[in-house]
């Protein structure tokens, strides 16, 4: 990240910034800096910057020209201007939209940032017009620059660029990002001024420390500040993924949307039997992976067993770098006529389950970037429904398909290496395999390959190499990330 700052005090920027954690970054490389005097630019000997205001009144106004000089300075040698663009410049001011976490993690996904720092009683509106792209406050409150502001900024921008906060820092990374305020903090010694440190945090019980915080954290957030608590929107991720890789998709953007996310193994047949309502305050992630460019079908029926009252959802369709076709269509139908209203979807690649070489090594760091984006946009939207309320996005594709044949996979059971452990009749997510027997029931089967992955013997096989051949000559290029 290159963090441009067009301002009459440049120390003052410069003292902020290359100090602690920022500071740090800088020297590792992490963000750079540079600031840039606008006095540089004036057209007198004595390099004012500032007339008096037209119309009269107190104060001066800092004029265009230098302004427009010292912007142009950076921009010339810009990123942006290398591919044709305009470089994003904030200028920050009371009239501005309020900063906040999405904001930061927004700011933070760009390459390069320009910051117009004004003072006197402000900047021409000619030039910003001309050259500022967002209009930011850090608050309801005026100050005697936008320096102090401008640092404010940087600092929480960079603590979303990789690499500028360690692991000790990094618990820390998005303290707001459920709209909840911290949770309480405590160190050595264990007793002070008769003061104990509460008893769970010393048990080592990682599962109740957790649900501690986040207990503490709603608590404090409802004393102090619950106007943040009336924003906070619980997060459930609903999941079909027999061999794993939609829920590490799924796991990876949850991430980017909260702390405490909540989990529905929609794999196994007993959660998929039980209703699950959900608020107009919550927000659903439903995700399933790609079967011949269709969601997978189950004897219940995929997402079937939810039930939403207005609630937002994001869609997700894993594939195996061929296509997702119909799918993300078929789980908007399916969700929209059960209450809820489906604000954005991706469909990201995941490892093949028939080739070890199609989407191998996907989701990977470039695939990183754009769930962060995404993300984004998921919280951005979220925000902007609080005013004007939510609206359904499109989505390509038939939303109630004709059923393909699918190619039969040829599969084998091997007894001598079976120990009758029964986790592969247990965990067959449409239960087609005999208690009795252990055989696999053609009619049932949707050749998920979930009892070949979790049978430790190796007891269960498959041949897809028909399948495979047909993928693999194909479908090898690597397909990029679709969101929506």
Known sequence: MNFHVLTLFPQMIENTVNTSITGRAVKNEKITLQTVNIRDFADNKHMRVDDYPYGGGAGMVMQPEPVYRAYESVKTHSLAAAQGKRPRCIYLTPQGKVFNQTMAEEFALEEELIFLCGHYEGIDERVLEEIV???????????????????????????????????????????????????????RPETWHGKQVPQVLLGGAHDKIGQWRFEESVKRTRERRPDLLEQNRPVTVAYFSPTEGTRRAAELLAKGLTQNPTYLDLTRRKFRKQIRNFQEQELLVAAAPVYGGQLPRVEEGLFTNLRGNRTPCVLMAAYGNRHYDDTLAQMKEILSNQGFLCIGAIAPVIPHIYSEKLGVGRPDETDGEIFRKFSVLIKKRIQEAEQEGFTEIFLPGNPKPEPKIMKPVEKQFIKEKCTNCQACVQKCPVNAISRETLEIAPEKCISCMRCVKICKTGAREFDASLVRQYLESNYSVPREIEYF
Not at 140 to 145: A, K, N, P, S
Not at 162 to 180: R, T
């Open 133 to 187: 792209t967002d209009y930011v406050s850090i608050g309801d409150y005026v100050l005697t620059g936008g320096e102090l502001a401008a640092c404010v900024m940087i600092d929480a921008i960079s603590r979303f660029v990789p690499g500028v906060l360690n692991n000790e820092e990094s618990s820390q990374f998005e303290s707001m990002q459920d709209n909840l305020l911290e949770y309480p903090h405590y160190t």
